[in-house]
Nanobody, 123 residues
Framework: QVQVVESGGGSVQAGESLRLSCTAF????????MGWFRQAPGKEREGVSC?????NYADSVKGRFTISRDNTKNTVYLQMNNLKADDTAMYYC???????????????????WGQGTQVTVSS
């Protein structure tokens, strides 16, 4: 059974950092596009970052967030620095079949989703 499980969320002050983890079971993160999405209350779920042969970031997080992959742990990370109140949301990990040079944030392209981990940033 395929599962992706997020962890690492929490409550921090603006300017602080958090690292989210997404561990996959039943699939290899090296063979899938792995993405991070977030959803704030009353807003649409939006793409934050993804990794495949390359990486991609939403404009709002460029220069602050870094996505990485550890194949030995079958885990993808999202390092989030200089957090802002606007980053407050539930963060979801997702997996899309295949590995390509680029990745994007079309939600229907992602087959597997985690339950989410909450990130709250106080200003």
């Amino acid at each position: 059974q395929v599962q992706v499980v997020e962890s690492g969320g929490g409550s921090v002050q603006a300017g602080e950092s958090l690292r989210l983890s997404c561990t996959a079971f039943g699939l290899s993160v090296n063979d899938y596009i792995m993405g991070w999405f977030r959803q704030a209350p009353g807003k649409e779920r939006e793409g934050v970052s993804c990794i495949t042969g390359g990486t991609n970031y939403a404009d709002s997080v460029k220069g602050r967030f870094t996505i990485s992959r550890d194949n030995t742990k079958n885990t993808v990370y999202l390092q989030m620095n200089n957090l802002k109140a606007d980053d407050t949301a539930m963060y979801y990990c997702a997996a899309a079949r295949g590995r390509f040079r680029e990745c994007g944030f079309i939600r229907r392209g992602y087959e597997y989703w985690g339950q989410g981990t909450q990130v709250t940033v106080s200003s």
